[in-house]
């Protein structure tokens, strides 16, 4: 096993290098392409992708230096009134660092409506996706609010200052849910940080996919199915987020365990690994 740190396929080594050198290439890198906050104002300094903050936190707690914690610059929550936009969990791991390091306020906004209030851990399908859920990180302090819809960034001197915010309904209309702007219900919300918490699209583009040539499914994510785990591309496998799309821990490690099965009998023509 060989590590080469500082290496990204696709950009300072190419793909084909891995093609020529290697027997089988397996793409695990995860569903990293963060959604976008598709707003004007969305280039002020003081909005960033939820990731680009929780790293730099968790290089500092291992104990890098902030050079290497924060290559890019520093993203700090310290005396800021911190906004965080999504209501998962990466939103909530956003609230707790941002209460960590001493931010003035953290309001977290969800663009869905709130969920009721069950307690009932009996809860059965289809009603619990629709449980409202509070993670040890919302008691840290923060404000919460849901149906809201992010209309622009507020600036000044090219930093984020405030978002311009408008509140939301859901109807069922034309068999599905649309959601209707409420009229007159616009307002402001004074954000010196903003962490963009809405999700992912699946896998990044540039660089890796773009130059291995694997075919994607509808979803945007790397096509292979979860027998052979073969991609389009002789010889190269899929497995994980970067597969499946953005998903749980516990699924990459099923799929990376059945993964390393498939190239084993892809390799030796039969198996003992577990599946």
Not at 225 to 247: C, H, I, L, N, W
């Amino acid at each position: 096993m060989e590590f080469r740190t500082g290496t990204e396929v696709g950009s300072t080594l190419p793909f084909d290098v891995l093609l020529v050198g290697f027997d089988a290439v397996v793409l695990s890198g995860g569903a990293e392409w963060p959604r976008e906050l598709e707003v004007d104002g969305r280039n002020l300094s003081g909005i960033y992708p939820a990731m680009d903050y929780l790293s730099q936190q968790n290089k500092r707690v291992a104990g890098d230096s902030e050079d290497r914690a924060a290559p890019r610059g520093t993203i700090s929550a310290t005396g800021k009134h911190v906004v965080v936009i999504g209501g998962g969990d990466t939103g909530a791991d956003c609230i707790g660092t941002a209460a960590r390091q001493g931010a003035a306020s953290i309001t977290q906004i969800e663009i869905m409506p709130k969920p009721p209030e069950q307690e009932n851990k009996g809860l059965t399908w289809p009603n619990w996706p629709h449980k409202l859920r509070t993670a040890p990180a919302h008691y840290e302090g923060c404000a919460r609010d849901w149906a809201v819809l992010t209309k622009q960034a507020v600036g000044e001197n090219g930093r984020v200052t405030a978002l311009d915010c408008v509140r939301v309904e859901w109807v069922h209309e034309a068999g599905r849910m649309q959601m209707r702007e409420v009229a007159g219900s616009g307002f402001q919300m004074k954000a010196d940080l903003v962490l963009l918490a809405m999700g992912f699209l699946g896998p990044r583009r540039v660089g890796l996919l773009e130059t291995s040539g694997v075919a994607l499914d509808a979803r945007g994510n790397v096509r292979a199915d979860t027998e052979a785990y073969q991609t389009s591309v002789p010889k190269v496998f899929a497995a994980g987020d970067m597969r499946r799309g953005q998903s749980l821990v516990v699924w990459a490690i099923r799929e990376g365990r059945q993964c390393a099965r498939a190239v084993d009998e892809f390799l030796m023509g039969a198996s003992t690994l577990p599946r």
